[in-house]
């Protein structure tokens, strides 16, 4: 190994967002990106797998990391220009996100009001493009810096070469594995634009009278309808919505209204449309489905739960069989969002 102190059978345990009791054979906090190049040039790193963990929210472990796990601590915010009305903004890849969007509100800089409230950190963000209420976060991101590990060095890539899509970017494909990511660059707006279309912000900010809503406004009504619709990982382990929401051939849409009229159906490009997967397991009969210590929420159908003691295997196997038979029920292919190590 390098002179980086790293620990030997680390509980993951508080590392994931599921409370999945494993280990990693060798686990280094990494908190500066110095760090990086020296580690990866060193011989006695190059014999063993490794891994790169963020906040641990968008992983299933199915059993103990046999490798060394890199954690992204590293920290830090900058601004980098600020013009009459936007602000160019870099945030650290080991920075909480919802502490990060608390911070940006604190500024009065807008953007990411909408995201409030994801677990995760602003490296992991731009993997899977991540997306609430009606914003992406590719709607603000400017540019990222990551260690290129085949290389060994610095890249930064712009919007474009991210290749975002729905939960879903060139890290997720054909990049896969190659990049540690460092800083984010995000482009916000001391002028925003409030977004309220999207789902129940506009019932919520009518009820508590606000006609006018800050973007700390949209902020607390996408926290109040989060927490009331989907488990806290402190208390019930989870990883947000453990499948995408599948797009499929508008053709096929018909059929399926004539037999459920009330699916709601959603645009998603020039001959398809996206389907809620949520509705989809629900009415599938999975919504509150419990076996042993894991399930399906009793709220959002799309969340996988441990409700403590449970295991990543138990978890894949309860999802391949919700994919099995919402396939022979609608005939649509629920594609899992989460990682499966
Ligand atoms: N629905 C059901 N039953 C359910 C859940 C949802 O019928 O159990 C229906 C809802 O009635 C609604 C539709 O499905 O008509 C969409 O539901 P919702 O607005 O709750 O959002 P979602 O599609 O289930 C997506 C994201 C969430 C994000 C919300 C809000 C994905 C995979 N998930 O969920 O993201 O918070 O929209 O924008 O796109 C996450 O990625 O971890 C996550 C939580």
């Not at 009791?21 to 190059?46: C, G, H, N, T, W």
């Not at 807008?110 to 602003?122: A, M």
């Not at 009820?207 to 019930?236: F, M, T, Y």
């Not at 004539?258 to 449309?273: C, R």
Request: hydrophobic content about 40%.
């Amino acid at each position: 190994m390098t002179g980086l102190s790293h620990t030997q059978n680390q509980s993951l345990k508080s590392f994931n967002t599921f409370g999945f009791d494993v280990v990693a054979l060798q686990y280094l906090p990494i908190e500066s990106p110095e760090d990086l190049p020296v580690l990866f040039q060193a011989e006695s790193f190059k014999k063993q797998p490794f891994g790169i963990l963020g906040g641990g929210s968008n992983i299933t472990f199915t059993q103990d990391f046999q490798g060394l796990l890199l954690h992204n601590k590293i920290l830090g915010k900058k601004i980098i220009d600020q013009s009459n009305d936007t602000i160019l903004v870099e945030f650290g890849g080991g920075e909480n996100w919802h502490e990060t969007v608390l911070y940006t509100l604190e500024n009065g800089w807008g953007g990411l009001e909408n995201l409030s409230l994801i677990p995760g950190t602003v490296g992991a963000c731009p993997i899977q493009n991540i997306g609430a209420y009606g914003v992406e976060i590719k709607d603000c991101f400017h540019s990222l810096t990551a260690f290129h590990i085949p290389s060994g060095e610095f890249h930064v890539l712009n919007k474009e070469a991210c290749g975002f899509g729905y939960r879903d970017s060139v890290f997720k494909r054909e990049k896969k594995g190659q990049y540690f990511i460092t800083a984010v660059q995000f482009r916000l707006s001391t002028h925003p634009e409030i977004r309220t279309q999207y789902g129940d912000i506009q019932a919520t900010l009518d009820g508590w009278g606000i006609a006018e809503p800050s973007i700390r406004d949209i902020s607390n009504a996408v926290i109040h309808i989060r927490q009331s619709k989907l488990p806290n990982p402190a208390e019930i382990g989870n990883c947000g919505s453990f499948f995408k929401n599948p797009v499929v051939s508008s053709d096929i849409i018909p059929a399926l209204l004539a037999q459920y009229p009330d699916l709601k159906t959603f645009p998603a490009g020039e001959g398809f449309t996206k389907v809620p997967a949520g509705w989809l397991i629900e009415k599938g009969g999975w919504k509150g489905y419990r076996r042993d210590n894991i399930g399906v929420h009793a709220k959002q159908a799309l969340v996988l739960v441990n409700y403590g003691g449970g295991t990543g295997a138990q978890i894949i196997a309860l999802a391949k069989e919700i994919q099995a038979d919402i396939f022979q029920k609608f005939g649509i292919e629920l594609e899992m969002e989460v990682n499966a190590w």
